[in-house]
């Protein structure tokens, strides 16, 4: 206490056991003995001294000194506080709260030692200013000022820039050049310094009174609470660690899984780094770009449209350096591509395995300077063995190959097959044989063969611009799009533009694709088509003349703002049509000649009058015949049909 009240409190004791005597001798007539009168004022003295002296101590205190007094209530609930805080980082959340209320103060930085340096784990600032993640290296003479005072209040003159060893080139009215911080708290445990705390400003009692004893009380009790919860903190997570570790390590050695072990990692890692986003990305075997294969908490909207290349952003300067990179605040970061709007700070590591790099682990959070050096070595660990499982994967890739590559094609040929019509439909006055030869497992070639109603029929065919995988793949795509538009029921000019616009403006294809989609209404003896650069689609009437179905553009994903037309043709009894892909009129026979379309015609016209199903085998005959090999080296599709009705406008002019 201060002097005064030391006097004032000491006084007030004196007059009221001066006053207990006299009432002692007055009422219990102890003048005859002395030594009684004596024995009972002692005992008196002793039982009342304590709890009189606190009494009178606090009934001064609250007269001449009061933000005094309620500071020091303030001093000892925080200590009952701290004693409750069980984990580090509450710890951490409460102590900067705690003395800006108590001090206050409009700044609060608390430093924490860690591995030689001190870092601000946690602070309080108006914007702009910001000090999350600032570091004081072990030689500055701040940290010599701390170690050899033996005050628990020092009075200092600090900027932000004075503390960073390596001090960036700021304006002049930047904040980080104004000395914002006055007063300093040590924190000290066993005559070392495991912290310390700076403060802005301080009130004007607790300048002139430095070492309270209550004050320097809980300043130790804070450092002592601190290094207690760090200690078991660092405990438990290196626990954590070990315990992570063990279960990636049985599970990488049980399952062959990338994505679930990637996933295991990830959630692995979140238990003991805490973040709000995270990905794993891998580098492309192009050596330029960058696939996103594995992402949690990013914004799909921002993510996605991103391009991401080797050297290029936070993730692609990981991978082409092979150096882990820590962001404390994002939003100063020039090269950061933002996959989400939350994101404050970001920590990349690569993933390597011997010579080669595979990718990087990246994590983003919501707090500025979230990650510490101990976060940066456990994801280090952990991309290790991330590196170790691609190596794994590549070499079983690699044994694998052949056989992986079978059992994938003979399942996408299921799967394409799937896809296709697999029944042809029936009806009285119409009749269909279909031919699809696809020269590989799986095909760029498609078709529909379908009832719309009872007497109305689709009947398309098709062909993607390229062979093999990347051909079916894109065949795929394409006819989901078609029979989700088919669906709608719009117009065949307006289904065709439909088409095109997807496959040019809405995906990232960049492939063209033929197309021919017709509907033939049996009772009105019509067909109704939309040629987008097809090979032309033939009619065969009865009087030996052919016509061809060629209205409608240019091939599909070559122009998006074209607008198809439609084409239609009356129908008369036992016209026959085919339809057919490019492979067809594209056979190179012995000679070097095509087969080309003049020799389509006169092998269909020789065939006329047979049933449908006996001309599409004979002439299957005749291009396996004309092209002299086991197998095509296009994709050979066709499809035949013959309409044996009666137009609806013959039947009323017949009645």
């Given at each position: 206490?201060?002097?005064?009240?030391?006097?004032?409190?000491?006084?007030?004791?004196?007059?009221?056991?001066?006053?207990?005597?006299?009432?002692?001798?007055?009422?219990?007539?102890?003048?005859?003995?002395?030594?009684?009168?004596?024995?009972?004022?002692?005992?008196?003295?002793?039982?009342?001294?304590?709890?009189?002296?606190?009494?009178?101590?606090?009934?001064?205190?609250?007269?001449?000194?009061?933000?005094?007094?309620?500071?020091?209530?303030?001093?000892?609930?925080?200590?009952?506080?701290?004693?409750?805080?069980?984990?580090?980082?509450?710890?951490?959340?409460?102590?900067?709260?705690?003395?800006?209320?108590?001090?206050?103060?409009?700044?609060?930085?608390?430093?924490?030692?860690?591995?030689?340096?001190?870092?601000?784990?946690?602070?309080?600032?108006?914007?702009?200013?910001?000090?999350?993640?600032?570091?004081?290296?072990?030689?500055?003479?701040?940290?010599?000022?701390?170690?050899?005072?033996?005050?628990?209040?020092?009075n200092v003159k600090y900027s932000v820039n004075d503390l960073n060893?390596?001090?960036?080139?700021?304006?002049?009215?930047?904040?980080?050049?104004?000395?914002?911080?006055?007063?300093?708290?040590?924190?000290?445990?066993?005559?070392?310094?495991?912290?310390?705390?700076?403060?802005?400003?301080?009130?004007?009692?607790?300048?002139?009174?430095?070492?309270?004893?209550?004050?320097?009380?809980?300043?130790?009790?804070?450092?002592?609470?601190?290094?207690?919860?760090?200690?078991?903190?660092?405990?438990?997570?290196?626990?954590?660690?070990?315990?992570?570790?063990?279960?990636?390590?049985?599970?990488?050695?049980?399952?062959?899984?990338?994505?679930?072990?990637?996933?295991?990692?990830?959630?692995?890692?979140?238990?003991?780094?805490?973040?709000?986003?995270?990905?794993?990305?891998?580098?492309?075997?192009?050596?330029?770009?960058?696939?996103?294969?594995?992402?949690?908490?990013?914004?799909?909207?921002?993510?996605?449209?991103?391009?991401?290349?080797?050297?290029?952003?936070?993730?692609?300067?990981?991978?082409?350096?092979?150096?882990?990179?820590?962001?404390?605040?994002?939003?100063?970061?020039?090269?950061?591509?933002?996959?989400?709007?939350?994101?404050?700070?970001?920590?990349?590591?690569?993933?390597?395995?011997?010579?080669?790099?595979?990718?990087?682990?990246?994590?983003?959070?919501?707090?500025?300077?979230?990650?510490?050096?101990?976060?940066?070595?456990?994801?280090?660990?952990?991309?290790?063995?991330?590196?170790?499982?691609?190596?794994?994967?590549?070499?079983?890739?690699?044994?694998?190959?052949?056989?992986?590559?079978?059992?994938?094609?003979?399942?996408?040929?299921?799967?394409?097959?799937?896809?296709?019509?697999?029944?042809?439909?029936?009806?009285?006055?119409?009749?269909?044989?279909?031919?699809?030869?696809?020269?590989?497992?799986?095909?760029?070639?498609?078709?529909?063969?379908?009832?719309?109603?009872?007497?109305?029929?689709?009947?398309?065919?098709?062909?993607?611009?390229?062979?093999?995988?990347?051909?079916?793949?894109?065949?795929?795509?394409f006819y989901a799009a078609y029979l989700n538009e088919a669906h709608?029921?719009?117009?065949?000019?307006?289904?065709?533009?439909?088409?095109?616009?997807?496959?040019?403006?809405?995906?990232?294809?960049?492939?063209?694709?033929?197309?021919?989609?017709?509907?033939?209404?049996?009772?009105?003896?019509?067909?109704?088509?939309?040629?987008?650069?097809?090979?032309?689609?033939?009619?065969?009437?009865?009087?030996?003349?052919?016509?061809?179905?060629?209205?409608?553009?240019?091939?599909?994903?070559?122009?998006?703002?074209?607008?198809?037309?439609?084409?239609?043709?009356?129908?008369?009894?036992?016209?026959?049509?085919?339809?057919?892909?490019?492979?067809?009129?594209?056979?190179?026979?012995?000679?070097?000649?095509?087969?080309?379309?003049?020799?389509?015609?006169?092998?269909?016209?020789?065939?006329?009058?047979?049933?449908?199903?006996?001309?599409?085998?004979?002439?299957?005959?005749?291009?396996?015949?004309?092209?002299?090999?086991?197998?095509?080296?296009?994709?050979?599709?066709?499809?035949?049909?013959?309409?044996?009705?009666?137009?609806?406008?013959?039947?009323?002019?017949?009645?």
């Amino acid at each position: 206490m201060l002097r005064r009240e030391e006097l004032l409190v000491s006084l007030a004791l004196i007059l009221i056991i001066s006053v207990l005597g006299y009432l002692v001798n007055q009422f219990l007539g102890f003048g005859a003995h002395p030594i009684l009168a004596n024995v009972v004022f002692a005992a008196i003295v002793i039982n009342l001294y304590r709890p009189l002296r606190s009494w009178g101590r606090k009934a001064v205190l609250r007269m001449i000194a009061p933000s005094y007094y309620q500071r020091n209530e303030h001093f000892r609930t925080i200590l009952d506080e701290l004693e409750l805080i069980e984990t580090y980082r509450s710890m951490l959340e409460k102590i900067p709260g705690t003395l800006k209320f108590l001090f206050e103060s409009d700044i609060v930085a608390l430093f924490v030692r860690r591995k030689g340096v001190f870092k601000v784990e946690s602070s309080i600032a108006p914007q702009p200013i910001f000090l999350d993640g600032l570091t004081v290296d072990s030689e500055h003479e701040i940290l010599k000022k701390l170690k050899e005072s033996n005050h628990h209040l020092i009075n200092v003159k600090y900027s932000v820039n004075d503390l960073n060893g390596e001090p960036p080139d700021v304006a002049t009215m930047d904040y980080r050049s104004f000395k914002i911080f006055q007063w300093a708290i040590p924190l000290k445990t066993n005559n070392k310094l495991a912290g310390f705390v700076l403060l802005d400003k301080m009130p004007m009692d607790m300048q002139a009174r430095r070492s309270g004893t209550l004050y320097n009380f809980v300043v130790d009790q804070m450092a002592v609470l601190l290094e207690k919860r760090k200690l078991y903190h660092r405990i438990q997570l290196e626990a954590r660690k070990q315990e992570a570790l063990s279960l990636i390590a049985s599970k990488m050695a049980a399952t062959r899984n990338t994505t679930r072990i990637f996933n295991l990692l990830l959630d692995e890692i979140n238990t003991i780094v805490p973040f709000d986003a995270c990905g794993v990305f891998l580098a492309t075997s192009d050596g330029d770009n960058i696939e996103k294969f594995l992402q949690r908490g990013y914004d799909i909207r921002r993510l996605n449209p991103l391009k991401l290349k080797i050297g290029r952003g936070i993730v692609g300067r990981c991978i082409a350096s092979r150096k882990a990179i820590f962001i404390p605040d994002v939003r100063r970061e020039k090269d950061y591509l933002s996959g989400r709007s939350e994101s404050r700070s970001e920590l990349c590591v690569p993933i390597a395995g011997g010579s080669i790099i595979y990718g990087a682990m990246n994590l983003e959070s919501n707090r500025v300077a979230a990650f510490s050096d101990d976060d940066l070595d456990f994801l280090q660990t952990i991309a290790t063995q991330a590196g170790v499982l691609m190596e794994r994967y590549q070499v079983d890739k690699h044994v694998n190959m052949q056989s992986e590559f079978s059992q994938d094609m003979a399942k996408a040929e299921s799967i394409q097959r799937s896809l296709l019509p697999n029944e042809l439909p029936e009806h009285d006055e119409i009749e269909f044989d279909i031919r699809y030869l696809p020269c590989r497992q799986i095909s760029g070639d498609f078709y529909d063969l379908s009832s719309k109603t009872e007497d109305v029929f689709a009947l398309g065919i098709g062909d993607v611009v390229g062979k093999g995988i990347s051909g079916a793949l894109i065949m795929s795509n394409f006819y989901a799009a078609y029979l989700n538009e088919a669906h709608k029921g719009n117009p065949l000019a307006s289904l065709m533009s439909n088409l095109n616009r997807y496959l040019t403006s809405e995906t990232d294809l960049d492939e063209q694709i033929t197309f021919f989609l017709g509907k033939i209404d049996v009772d009105k003896g019509v067909i109704r088509y939309v040629n987008a650069g097809h090979p032309t689609p033939l009619i065969f009437h009865g009087d030996g003349s052919v016509e061809k179905m060629e209205i409608g553009g240019p091939l599909l994903g070559f122009d998006p703002d074209f607008s198809y037309e439609m084409g239609e043709i009356p129908l008369q009894k036992d016209d026959l049509f085919l339809l057919y892909t490019d492979g067809v009129t594209e056979i190179v026979g012995k000679a070097g000649q095509l087969f080309d379309e003049s020799g389509l015609i006169s092998a269909i016209q020789s065939l006329r009058e047979k049933p449908v199903r006996e001309i599409s085998r004979l002439f299957l005959e005749k291009l396996e015949s004309f092209n002299g090999k086991s197998s095509f080296d296009d994709d050979v599709t066709f499809i035949i049909g013959r309409y044996t009705g009666v137009p609806i406008d013959e039947f009323n002019e017949l009645v």
